[in-house]
């Protein structure tokens, strides 16, 4: 019994000498892994199995949720996470919508959330959201760059009638605008749509010099093969949100010769060597194929890959002011995250600020082109 008793009291000493046990970071993730922007959720959710087992010297600890793309249950999935799981911080959704709303549970909650969508909100709205992917702005900025250059006067575009759509065409009037191009005409459809032919027929017959689709993921494809089946021969141009193998299978000769502005990871070996997300890219290009097959780097897998990243570099500045699974760690995440500076990524080199949340520049996209079933770089 004294035996008993005495290793029991050492024990309890030691534990004493050595500080309070370390908590895992604990993540939690909300992806649209069912429903009608499933394309994109689900190759996200492939990009955390390349995550070490330790970020920032911490070991994780994931749980993931589906908000089965509709923003009420991504909401309530975020506030679970908060107020029963504890968790240290929010990656997700895949889908604008939902991660709109699960920015307002964040703020709410005081937990930082990196999107993996472009969510976008008003002035002292989404205070803990930081994206992961590119703003609009600068992708459309290469979509009308890339038109300059190969003469495109006009355009029609056809798109998704929700946050992602509206965000696109805004950008795309504003600086079609102050280049002098076109828009013919702005057709719009529901993601769960499973037909655009009336949306095609009037794009086409607007005679526009190219068309844009904003789409994503698997869907991006239907527009596309329905805009060439109603017999349109200019240029197409898809967004990042299509930037997978998806499009070209299911596209098929339908997509040849069209236009993806992507991210860096798509095609890492069109970057300079200098570039500082090459290295970035490129590994985690070969590391994701080697694990999933030639041919399957996505953009989408990418922004998982990208937090993990991130949250190596900020946790142990985070780590200076509190330890993980308590308030006070998540608000040091958040102050780390807008004075960190530069942060290389795969997808380029992102700075966040209190006032700039999306943190990339226009050297974070780059335009490919579809030639033989693949990805190239466009000229």
């Known amino acids: 019994m004294k035996t008993t008793l005495r290793a029991t009291l050492l024990a309890a000493s030691l534990a004493l000498i050595a500080g309070p046990a370390q908590a895992d970071l ?11 922007a499933s394309g994109l959720g689900i190759p996200v959710n492939t990009g955390f199995e390349l995550w070490p087992e330790t ?11 589906d908000d089965a ?25 895949s889908t604008t919508t939902p991660a709109i709303a699960m920015g307002e549970a964040a703020a ?70 102050e280049a002098g191009i076109k828009i013919t005409t702005a057709e719009r459809y529901a993601r769960a749509d499973t037909s655009v ?59 040849e010769d069209s236009f993806v ?21 490129t590994d985690f290009v070969t590391e994701y194929e080697a694990k ?5 780097r996505n953009q989408f897998a990418a922004h998982a890959y990208d937090a993990y990243l991130i949250l190596d570099k900020i946790v142990p500045v985070a780590k200076q002011k509190a330890q993980p699974g308590t308030p006070e760690f998540r608000a040091a995440l958040k102050e780390a995250l807008e ?9 380029g080199v992102i700075t966040y600020s209190p006032t700039d949340h999306f943190g990339f520049d226009d050297q974070a996209q780059m335009m490919l082109t579809i030639k033989d079933g693949a990805f190239a770089a466009a000229k």
């Open 26 to 36: 604990k993540i939690g993730v909300v992806l649209s892994l069912t429903g009608p």
């Open 55 to 65: 970020v920032g010297g911490e070991k994780v600890t994931f749980i993931t949720l």
């Open 69 to 93: 793309s509709d923003p009420a249950r991504a909401q309530k999935n975020v506030q679970r996470l908060i107020s029963e799981d504890k968790v240290d911080v929010i990656i997700g959704s």
């Open 108 to 177: 709410e909650g005081k937990t930082v959330q990196l999107a993996a969508s472009p969510a976008e909100f008003p002035a002292g709205k989404g205070t803990w959201t930081y994206a992961l992917p590119q703003t609009t702005m600068v992708m459309a900025g290469g979509i009308i760059e890339h038109m300059k250059k190969n003469g495109v006067k006009s355009f029609a575009f056809i798109g998704y009638n929700d946050a992602y759509g509206e965000n696109w065409l805004r950008d795309l009037t504003k600086l079609a605008n």
């Open 197 to 255: 032919t009336a949306q095609a027929l009037k794009a086409v017959g607007s005679n526009p010099d190219a068309i844009v689709i904003v789409a994503s993921g698997s869907g991006a494809a239907m527009p596309h093969t329905t805009v060439v089946d109603r017999g349109f021969k200019g240029k197409i141009y898809q967004t990042h949100s299509a930037a997978s193998r998806d499009l070209i299978r299911l596209g098929g000769k339908a997509v």
């Open 261 to 281: 502005v992507s991210g860096l990871a798509v095609l890492p070996d069109g970057l300079p060597e200098n570039h500082p997300s090459k290295k970035l890219a």
């Open 292 to 296: 999933f097959g030639p041919g399957t």
């Open 339 to 347: 004075n960190q500076g530069s942060i290389p990524i795969t997808q």
